[in-house]
């Protein structure tokens, strides 16, 4: 058996904060306690030592835990879960664009993407107020300093911005 320690700077995806923690790992005939180790924690841990007598485990008062190889459910350290994988974004609304008033009837008027938009705005190519009623996009505007706006455009602002006459 092999005893591995972490340090300062050590975590476990669940956020737990492994210094002054400890996990152990047997040998058998495929693998090395080290092997298993590395498999499992990559070389984000600290020491190894033959026994907790020569880790200090007593001394130091660490905190032993079993590494979690089997239950997927859970994290490494098995004190929590794993977080979340974030879901795949819709591929239609990833695209960044959303719509809003009455469809024309477009390929881009799918109803995954409309969106109703709140008074209080105005178009961002003529300035003016747009009202209930109109119809528009709202487009992601990226910008290297603030990220990305979403910004409203009457549908026909939006068209010629692109040349396409209206
Ligand atoms: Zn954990
Ligand atoms: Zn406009």
Not at 7 to 29: I, M, S
Not at 50 to 56: D, F, I
Not at 71 to 78: E, M
């Amino acid at each position: 058996m092999s005893v591995f320690t972490f340090g300062g700077g050590h975590e476990c995806e669940c956020g737990r904060r492994l210094n002054n923690a400890y996990t152990t790992f047997e040998d058998d005939a495929e693998q090395t306690a080290r092997d298993k180790m590395f498999k499992v924690w990559e070389p984000k841990w600290s020491m190894e030592y033959p026994t907790a007598e020569e880790a200090g485990t007593e001394r130091f008062g660490m905190t032993y835990f079993e590494t979690n190889t089997t239950d997927p459910a859970r994290c490494r350290c098995g004190a929590g879960t794993p977080p979340a994988a974030a879901p795949e974004p819709d591929p239609v609304v990833r695209t960044g664009m959303w719509w809003f008033g009455e469809s024309w009837g477009a390929p881009i008027c799918d109803p995954r993407t409309h969106i109703v938009l709140n008074s209080g705005h105005e178009c961002f190519a003529c300035k003016r107020d747009l009202h209930e009623g109109d119809r528009g996009f709202v487009v992601a505007h990226v910008d290297a300093l603030e990220g990305v706006a979403r910004l409203p455009w009457h549908r026909d602002c939006f068209l010629q911005s692109l040349g396409i006459s209206v």
